[in-house]
């Protein structure tokens, strides 16, 4: 069993729709006027502060995509501000391992007219910033904007846009920045992306969150590796399976939003033997301090792997004279939710009938 990172598409043929437009195409919008919210796509908790300013409220949206047989995503939390119903900002809120590469790659895609880039602190973190003007079809034309980038060390990067509706073109970088340390919301899911501040939610299940993919969340995909055909669970998340290489002896499948709370899951079908007998036969690095909790019903809890470093908790499941194993990583792989298989609950029953149907 061994881990992998699966990196999440930047979409940024994005000028073709308004920023009021991606909200609606996101669900039916939120507004709040202030107070404790969770970014359902990715996961982020935030508190939005009241402003003082007449008529002001914000307005909170999201979407996603599967694509590519649903082996590529692309989501996105949305964070409008009004005053008296009439755009003034806006802020998009992505979290992911992107396509492009590092920050200074995922920024310089960003299709801005007149651009320019840099680094910066920001917030006690460190940025790449890339400034100018974006186009949007409709009535909004070109804004200024700002599209900035941070990086943990084995982590998801956190990627913002933020539109600045009520400034005028042309505006100097310099205000830009200064503007960018003066918002809230910026600074609020900087701060929650950097503390690990999430909270469980599932995005699929929430109102202001829409698919505009071509691909079903909800579907049948066939497993190469296990032979399994397994139904996805209509459980809230938003799941990704990736299509196994020649090297892979497993299937893996991962939690894409959220995206917070890292999860990814492998699944490896082992005929004529038992679990117990795999799980005695694994030769990886073990221990028994840090078990699996929260296992439904009809699995056993196996052993955690240390594998590169990294913590699997491994559980398993005997079925037709073959052993059915799932191993769960997460990032981080210790704390908060870290082994924890509750929420893959409808997922394990998945696993197991299409197991059974073999």
């Known amino acids: 069993m ?19 437009g991606i909200a609606l195409m996101s669900g039916e919008p939120i507004t709040v006027k202030s107070g404790a919210v ?10 939005l502060p009241a402003d003082t300013r007449d008529g002001f409220t914000w307005s909170l949206a999201s979407s996603y995509a599967l694509s590519n047989n649903g082996t590529v995503f692309d989501g996105r939390d949305v964070i409008d501000e009004k005053i008296k119903d009439k755009l003034v900002a806006g802020c998009w809120v992505q979290v992911g391992y992107f396509n492009a590469g ?10 801005l007219a007149d651009a320019w880039s840099e680094e910066r602190d920001l917030f006690g973190i460190h940025w790449c910033l890339r400034g100018g003007t974006f186009e949007f079809d409709g009535d909004l034309g070109k804004v200024p904007a700002v599209v900035m980038c941070a990086h943990r060390d084995g982590r998801k990067d956190l990627l913002i846009y933020r539109f600045f509706i009520d400034m005028p073109l042309g505006t100097a970088r310099e205000t830009l920045v200064a503007a960018l340390a003066k918002a809230p919301v910026v600074e609020r899911a900087a701060l929650a992306w950097q503390q690990d501040a999430w909270a469980a939610v599932k995005p699929r299940h929430r109102p202001e969150v829409r ?3 071509d691909v079903a969340p909800v579907r049948t995909v066939k497993l190469a590796k296990s032979g399994l055909t397994l139904a996805l669970p209509d459980d809230g998340f938003v799941w990704l399976v990736r299509a196994p290489g020649e090297e892979d002896a497993v299937d893996w499948l991962e939690i894409m939003a959220p995206a917070m709370n890292e999860a990814n899951i492998e699944i490896m079908r082992i005929p004529g033997m038992t679990c117990q007998e795999v799980f005695d036969g694994i030769t990886t690095e073990k221990r028994y301090d840090a078990p699996p909790s929260n296992v439904p019903t009809g699995w056993t809890a196996g052993p955690t792997l240390v594998v590169d470093g990294k913590w699997e908790r491994v559980v398993g499941r005997s079925v037709g004279g073959s052993a059915i194993l799932v191993g769960l990583f997460n990032v981080p792989d210790q704390g908060r939710g870290a082994g924890d298989f509750a929420k893959l609950a409808p997922m394990l029953e998945a696993i197991a009938k299409a197991a059974e149907a073999l």
Do not use: M, N, W
């Open 2 to 20: 061994s881990s992998l990172r699966i990196r999440v598409a930047l979409v940024l043929a994005l000028a073709a729709v308004s920023l009021t």
């Open 38 to 47: 969770v970014l359902p796509i990715t996961g982020l908790a935030i508190e």
């Open 211 to 213: 698919d505009r993919g």
């Open 102 to 111: 590092d920050c200074r790659a995922t920024v310089a895609q960003a299709e």
